[in-house]
């Protein structure tokens, strides 16, 4: 019989039930943070179409500008000032390329979404915001009424962001509540069902001119 030559791409501890580490095919499993996640494989790219820097950035700018991208509607009007040529999508794109992205095992790269910006502004933030899912698909926030706190009102709305990184979906609550109500449930549609969502919420003022530096609320599963 004669010798195989074989190669090792990844590994399986667990059995077929649990999370893999190395590259099958066009995947990449890792672990990052106690969790087992996948990513998509880097392209390869021909000699000569840039330094290995040049490729590390332009592969960060084409995430983030992914992930910015489908929610322009917030960004692009709550986040800070437009100054000189730079529009506000602008400066989320400038924001969360130099502050959200963390290197993950394999030498590739990630948002971490705690960090993570939607809005940024001068106005009073959410206080103590925390979220939970309910059955029916709700997602149930709370927070701290701060009314009357330096510039904080208390018909300033709400602004909820849920998003899926299984599906790189959104979806948005513009106005989700008023911040004097505290609480506020919200239906996710059919398709989240079953989804980690990540939750970021933040504060509108009532003529829409001033927002809120935004807060990552958390994490929850749709049920």
Known sequence: MSNLNLKIMGKIPDGIFGGFSGRVGRVVGYQWRGEDLLRKAPRKRPKGSGTARQLEQRDK????????????????????????????????????????????????????????????????????????????????????DNSGQGSAAADDFVLVVAYSPVQELFQVFDPAALRSEATVQLTMPTYFNGEEVQVWASMVSADRKVAAISSYIGTAVII
């Open 61 to 144: 700018f084409a995430m983030v500008m992914r992930f910015l991208t489908p929610i322009q509607d917030v960004v692009g009007v709550y986040f800070g000032n437009v100054y000189q040529s730079k529009s506000r999508f602008n400066l989320a794109m400038s924001y969360n390329l130099t502050n959200a992205i963390v290197e993950v095992p394999g030498g590739s790269f990630a948002l971490d979404f705690p960090r993570v910006l939607l809005t940024k502004g001068g106005l009073r933030g959410m206080e103590s915001g925390t979220v939970v899912a309910r059955a029916g698909r709700i997602l149930e926030l709370n927070w701290t």
